[in-house]
């Protein structure tokens, strides 16, 4: 159980262009999602926080126009990476609260590797 | 900012115990530390949760002092395969994020 999908796995962009990148619980209901971000060999950086029918809460630093979050539902939630340049390449992870979560336990989804050319 | 501290990278071979050793002095009497592995390429896996005492599962042990101030995972008898990066994350609010330190980057050979 508590199965989070990433769509798609990969893609390559020309500079400019616009790129969605979903992301689903497969088997429970999601409240709460979360983005990161994660570039070679460091960390994972926290992007946004998404609560199902609101808008999302951006870090600081993150451009809440660039980065499209829609949370539409308890099981999907969509970032759109809007007039993608070479410096957002990277990869790309959400992970999902259940609805009734009790301890803080996130799923991870498999991540999503952008490239931008 | 990082509510954890671990050390940058780990080596060992395979067959051996390896324990990874997490800070978290400022841990909130809410928050549960919770362990994740992540391969290149790849989403953070679940681990191992705990709030006291020590927790055990088919994969690892983790130990948590009285002072929850810090805890230890233990990876019994590692395997190349259990080469990857381990982060240690302490959280608890619903809602609310985890957020990443820079994790501990565990190197098994042969």
């Known amino acids: 159980g508590a199965v989070v999908s990433q769509h798609p796995s990969w893609v390559i962009c020309k500079s400019g262009t616009s790129v969605k990148i979903e992301c689903r619980s497969l088997?429970?209901?999601?409240?709460?999602m979360f983005w990161y971000r994660q570039f070679p060999k460091q960390s994972l950086m926290l992007m946004a926080t998404?609560?199902?029918?609101?808008?999302?809460?951006?870090e600081q630093g993150v451009e809440k126009d660039k980065f499209l979050i829609n949370h539409a539902s308890l099981t999907l939630s969509t970032l759109t990476v809007t007039s993608a340049h070479p410096e957002d390449s990277s990869f790309y992870i959400c992970?999902?609260?259940?609805?009734?979560?009790?301890?803080?336990?996130?799923?991870f989804g498999p991540g999503t590797r952008l490239t931008v050319l | 900012l990082a509510k954890t501290t671990q050390p940058i990278s780990m080596d060992s071979y395979e067959g051996q115990e390896v324990n990874i050793t997490c800070s978290h002095n400022?841990?909130?009497?809410?928050?549960?530390i919770t362990w994740y592995q992540q391969f290149p390429s790849q989403g953070p896996r679940f681990i191992i949760q705990?709030?006291?005492t020590k927790v055990k599962n088919e994969v690892a042990s983790l130990f948590i002092p009285a002072d929850r101030k810090s805890s230890t995972l233990s990876l019994p008898r590692v395997s190349l395969s259990d080469t990857a990066v381990y982060y240690c994350?302490?959280?608890?609010?619903?809602?609310?994020?985890?957020?990443f330190g820079k994790g501990t980057t565990l190197s098994v050979s042969s």
């Open positions: 998404s609560n199902e029918g609101s808008k999302a809460t951006y």
């Open positions: 705990g709030y006291k």
């Open positions: 088997d429970f209901q999601a409240t709460t």
């Open positions: 400022n841990i909130a009497t809410n928050d549960y």
């Open positions: 994350l302490v959280g608890g609010q619903a809602g609310t994020a985890l957020i």
């Open positions: 992970s999902a609260r259940e609805v009734w979560d009790s301890r803080n336990e996130q799923f």
